[in-house]
């Protein structure tokens, strides 16, 4: 724990060795060490959650917060350290064991069985039966109190839970979670799927399970959410516990130069960039079944965000602007010309694209950053369909160094890559491929604070070159620090297009909830 | 700022890449080596003869060449079942057409050609239905079965001796002549589609195509990568490569029987699977593939040069079956 407490003397509110007034510590893990062969995975890390009390655990990918909360879960034996839970030693086997020690993990997928009730979901694997017969009535019981804990006692026991909304998915899971009478609960980047006001009813629920007595470790990228829901925060970096203390107390950029190791000089570094000639038109252009009738249009050197609750249309705007979604309705002028409603001829248009869901869709996770960076455009290193496959690695090996992509090298597979950097090899591919018009979903999700101003000052600087960019993001900091002019989508239609100055969060959020077209 | 990490770190992924690009032919190995010790022990001292390797490699060649297209498909992420019934098919084909008094050149293109157009067909109902493979290529298996059938009338189709040119069994002669050529013409004719193979994967755009299209369709399609195409172009190829396992099925019978087919795609995919490639697609290797067959038909000469029943055969091919697949899984577990 010491060295825990030697890095941070700005922030020890709570000093060692001595109980805090407020409640005991319910879970203490003390000096955890982890490695994986040759890479310290945690060399000393030290944090304790509270009953009753939310402690935040901050740090960028790569810090080691998921090896230590699957030590914590059971799911690794950690080489070194202590973990004391509720004042006695505590060291699970197995996943199974921390749950009966009362550990319980909410990861940001979900497991539920979707073609279940919500009751027989809460009381999965530990039905209460007698001869085998399962006593509905007591079960139900059971179920409906911890809906009611979390202030969801109307929700009806019988639907399936594959019908829900992530949102009410996610209760449901924490209600297992009390069933199982868990004393510490951890949510893994809980909100990373969640749309606005469903982030409201979460940390509604997180406060219930604080009132309840439980503690709660809550991991985030957003130190906004922390701000929100966190009472005392523990900071990781490259796994070691380099600060702890009281959210109330500290500043964001004191959490950020923790995180980082440094002081970011700029989170949102500006590159002046000049609008030029039109070269992206869509007009009135409709997608099956979304987007409806969206018309703008965005020039050479311009950044434009579009902005928008989950579901509102954002991805399938840029799917069916680049082929990847049937087009109903409407065309896509580009230069002038207008390309087929396919991904190949979008491409040779000069339309990029890096998908939100990178591990699904956006890159072939087994194969190596190579073949994924020059996928989209093989032309330059092929004669007659066989490729020279030297030329090629020596440009990926460019990409590399421009992008400071930190990897062995172009023969490396992409899943062994951070998430910043698999990001950067999806940018590296449009870019590669010569885009004019690159769109951006989501580009920045899952990647940590270091990376992301990396990426900031890239897109401002293929504005300053010339590309046209659409950025979607439901970031909105980022919108309004990088773009020049942002778009607020809502049920499937753009509602308006506004320079970004011309906007704020709350006139942005305003217009994304609101359901009928007079509010534009 | 490109972090390339230690030397040794880079040594230790190149080992371990050697390691399982090598894996099916220490695999190999290991069996050849073992059936020679047992069979020396116990056995009539056999199975480490030149003569019974040149049997084992001759009896391999016609299922390699099959299992060299089910490679490409697999790492496609698709799954052929229909190979087996096709080349019977092509097998069937050839035999008629040499019975008929056809010119044996026209026969013979007539049975890759069928070979091509029932891959083609196969690769068409996948990609223009949007059907899982496995479901297609079940149906496709029936439907080429029945094919042969009827192109055979029910029964086998023997050409006369003299209508047969005399190339076509030696293909598969256990001792080569002339002697330096060490092993049977087929077994070269394998070799050399072997290396033709490798290369189209390594060196040309349509192998980049079809390694991404197994690892992330989705990935591929936003690449631009014409995924429709490119499908109906792999099993096509596995089509082509059914058609020369045809000849050499047709070489080994001198007859053209639409019942020699069946059952033969499990062994190919299984010599595919022995050879390292995934099930999920995006990884597989032809000479995996190569070793993958070569051990099916070790471990049957072996047991039968011991002297073991028929029945453990099928449990020893087997569990090795099931053992491939846990590499597999354990390499994939990694992954994550």
Known sequence: MAACWRRSGWASSIKPGRKSDVAAPLLEMLGIRKRFGATHALREVSLTARAGEVLALIGENGAGKSTLMKILSGVYQPDGGAIQLAGRPYAPQGPAAARRAGVAMIYQELNLAPDLSIEDNILLGQERSRFGLVKRSEQRTIARAALAQLGHAALSLDLLVGRLSVGLQQVVEIARALVQQARVVVFDEPTSSLARHDVEHLFEVIRKLKGAGLAVIYISHFLEEIRAIGDRYTVLRDGESVGSGNVASATEAQIVSLMVGRQIAELFPQVAHQPGAPILTAEQLSGAPIPEHVSFSLRRGEILGIAGLVGAGRTELLRTLFGLNATRHGGVLVEQLRPRPTPRARIRAGLGFVSEDRKGEGLAQIRSIEDNATLSRLAPYSRAGWLNLRRRRQAVRGWLARLQVKARGPEQPIHELSGGNQQKIALARVLHQEAQVLLLDEPTRGIDVGTKAEIYRLIGQLAADGKAIIFVSSYLPELLAVCDRIGVMARGRLRAIRPAGEWSEETIMALAVSDDEAAA | ?336
């Open chain 2, 1 to 336: 700022m490109i972090h390339l990490g230690s030397p040794s770190q880079r040594a230790t992924a190149r080992v371990g890449q050697l390691l399982s690009a090598l894996g099916p032919l220490l695999a190999l190995a290991c069996v050849v080596l073992f059936f020679t010790a047992a069979d020396a022990f116990y056995g009539g001292n056999t199975f480490g003869t030149v003569h019974n390797l040149r049997t084992i490699a001759v009896s391999t060649s016609g299922v390699a060449v099959a299992a060299l297209g089910a490679t490409v498909v697999i790492i496609a992420g698709g799954i052929d079942l229909s190979v087996g019934t096709a080349l019977a098919l092509c097998a069937t084909v050839l035999a008629v057409g040499l019975r008929a008094g056809w010119c044996p050149w026209l026969a013979i293109a007539a049975c890759i050609g069928t070979g091509c157009l029932a891959g083609c067909l196969n690769g068409i109902l996948i990609s223009v239905l949007d059907v899982g493979p496995f479901i297609v290529t079940l149906g496709t298996m029936s439907i080429y079965y029945g094919l042969s059938k009827l192109v055979a009338d029910e029964t086998t189709v023997r050409p006369l001796p003299a209508q047969v040119p005399q190339w076509l069994p030696d293909l598969l002669q256990i001792e080569p002549e002339p002697g330096w050529l060490l092993v049977s013409r087929g077994v070269w004719l394998a070799v050399l589609l072997a290396i033709a193979l490798v290369c189209v994967l390594r060196y040309t755009v349509f192998g980049r195509h079809v390694f991404a299209l197994g690892s992330n369709e989705a990935t591929a399609r936003l690449c631009g990568i014409r995924v429709s195409w490119t499908k109906i172009a792999v099993y096509t190829l596995a089509g082509f490569f059914a058609g020369i396992a045809g000849l050499y099925n047709f070489g080994r019978l001198t007859q053209g029987d639409p019942t020699s087919g069946r059952g033969v795609e499990l062994i190919v995919i299984a010599a595919v699977v022995i050879g390292g490639a995934s099930l999920n697609g995006g990884r597989g290797s032809v000479l995996g593939t190569l070793a993958g067959a070569l051990i099916i038909r070790a471990i049957t000469s072996g047991c039968t040069q011991l002297g073991l029943p028929n029945s453990y055969q099928d449990i020893v091919l087997g569990a090795i079956i099931i053992a491939a697949v846990v590499v597999d899984q354990l390499r994939q577990r990694r992954l994550e």
